[in-house]
């Protein structure tokens, strides 16, 4: 991958800082309620189900299941120079689902295709996206 | 059915391209068509709800501006609300509850919505802030559109749905507008268009979603007994609202293939006044794109899950046949102003339940609903409007 500059980039504040700060050592993070166990996406201070700030950082998988996909071909301006491109919806093993792209075109796609995460090297910072996993499940 | 309050007058602009005119203009015309038509005065108007004009409106404060533009005192209220699409939506409720309420005899909702002045790429920029994690989503290019793309992807997987049964939607929307003399597109087509149209977030492509327009539309609500002293309304008979607490993706696994808020607002609004999805006699729908029509019409309980394709392909949603679906043509072919979509579909909804609705006019039309939405349906607000007595 070739260094490039992320065409709309992420703000960095104190309380994402690890997240991006991870994804650049190659490490997928979010975060965990320690009173419920509720594991989120993105990652958020406060636990979204029992609203307690008690949360912990933890280390994803990077592996889950392509459950839906497009291509955009038609981007806004700022996107138009990596259009097309094939955004997806992972549902993730640990059972949360996040917002990314799939590295692959648009003619070998299938839902429910095993995909693993991979690294964007970007500035000012890195992102997570997914290529096939090589093995297909069934529903 | 006991009314809530009642439609006495509608005024809209043809949707499009207003590009001389400025917004306070367009307003004004269509308040002035809606007060005409209703019989009343401004000194009658007793609540002005707004809708936000988008962020790239040049006059800010709008709804104040306007009050002073056009001279109306207001003694019950003046606002302007926002919640994206559902703007125009949450405007007519407003001021149907300001009236339902005792606060005020008479409410307008209105609003302008203006696209075609701003460059492509600012507009679509905007856009993309609105409908994702500014953080999580938009540095992946998540356009407004996509999210729907991602449903019809995942649908098309678990039911089997064609290309081609897809294509039925857009193509008897077309034909709803071109009977339509305020809709922006009214051309013909065809499946073989459809399927042919440029891709834009596959699988949809063109004519699966909505064009850029401006547009004005005035609605005015009154107290039945004053609607029934005036003469000619239309009864808001039924609400219902539902946000799922999710704003386009949820962090937890669920299904694309329906849309949850809109099954439970539906529910709700059908429960508030005593029918059922099938005392319908048509819908018009807050649907940007082909699929979410699609899914609309399942999840509001006109269609059994799976089904609302082969519905759409059968007939049955087009003007003439079970339960016609926007019959203005909808949001990709009446035109889609985003803030004010909502209020159009009232006026459709309205002219139906007159009888005014010319060559595209449902046949008997007594009862029907009128939808807005949030983010990828995760809100849902409904109103069932009724031709009375």
């Known amino acids: 991958m070739t260094m490039s500059e992320l065409a709309y980039p992420p703000r960095i504040t104190t309380f994402t800082a690890p997240f991006w700060d991870a994804l650049r050592s190659g490490t997928f993070t979010t975060t965990r309620c320690n009173r419920c166990e509720h594991i989120t996406f993105p990652p958020k201070p406060v636990c979204p189900d029992c609203w307690s700030d008690d949360v912990s950082w933890i280390e994803l998988s990077g592996r889950g299941t392509l459950r839906s996909y497009t291509e955009v071909v038609i981007a806004p301006a700022m996107f138009a120079h990596e259009a097309p491109y094939v955004l997806c919806l992972v549902d993730l093993d640990e059972g949360v689902r996040c917002v990314s792209r799939v590295l692959a075109s648009w003619d070998d796609l299938r839902p429910d295709m095993r995909v693993r995460v991979t690294m964007r090297e970007a500035e000012p910072a890195h992102l997570f996206e997914f290529v096939l996993d090589g093995e297909e499940v069934t529903p | ?389």
Request: charged share 20%.
């Open chain 2, 1 to 389: 059915m006991e009314p809530l309050a009642s439609v006495v007058g509608i005024g809209a602009l043809p949707v499009g391209k207003h590009k001389d005119t400025l917004e306070h203009e367009m307003m004004l015309r269509a308040l002035v068509d809606a007060v005409t038509d209703a019989g009343i005065s401004k000194n009658d108007i007793d609540a002005l709800s707004f809708c936000l004009p988008r962020p790239y409106a040049e006059q800010r404060y709008f709804g104040t501006f306007m009050a002073g533009y056009l001279e109306i005192p207001v003694d019950d209220i003046l606002l302007e609300v926002l919640g994206n699409g559902m703007t125009g939506g949450l405007a007519f409720d407003i001021a149907v509850d300001r009236v339902a309420t005792g606060k005020a005899k008479v409410a307008v909702a209105l609003g302008v919505n203006r696209e075609l002045h701003v460059p492509t790429g600012e507009h679509m920029h905007l856009s993309m802030r609105a409908v994702g994690d500014v953080d999580f989503h938009v540095p992946f290019g998540v356009t407004p559109i996509s999210w729907y793309a991602l449903n019809a992807t995942r649908y098309m997987h678990d039911y089997g749905l064609t290309r081609e049964q897809l294509a039925a939607i857009p193509v008897k929307n077309r034909r709803h507008a071109s009977m339509n003399p305020i809709a922006q597109m009214r051309e013909e087509i065809t499946v073989e268009d459809v399927l042919a149209a440029r891709p834009i977030v596959r699988p949809l492509g063109l004519l699966d979603v909505p064009p850029r327009s401006d547009g004005a539309v005035a609605i005015v609500v009154a107290r039945p007994d004053i609607a029934r002293s005036l003469g000619r309304y239309v009864d808001v008979v039924g609400r219902g609202f539902y946000h799922e607490g999710i704003h386009q993706v949820s962090s937890r696994p669920r299904d694309l293939t329906t849309f949850e808020s809109a099954e439970i607002a539906s529910a709700k609004a059908y429960k508030s006044c005593g029918i059922t999805a099938a005392d319908l006699d048509f819908l018009e729908v807050y649907a940007p794109c082909s699929i979410v029509e699609l899914i609309l019409t399942e999840s509001v309980g006109l269609f059994e899950r799976g089904t609302g394709g082969i519905a759409a392909v059968d007939g049955q949603t087009a003007i003439g046949g079970r339960v016609p679906v926007s019959p203005s043509g909808g949001l990709a072919s009446r035109g889609h102003p985003p803030h004010v979509t909502p209020l159009y579909n009232v006026f459709e909804a309205v002219q139906q339940l007159r009888g005014e609705a010319g060559q595209r006019q449902v046949a008997g039309a007594g009862i029907g609903a009128v939808t807005a939405e949030l983010g990828d349906y995760n809100a849902t607000m409904m109103h069932v409007l009724s031709a009375g007595e």
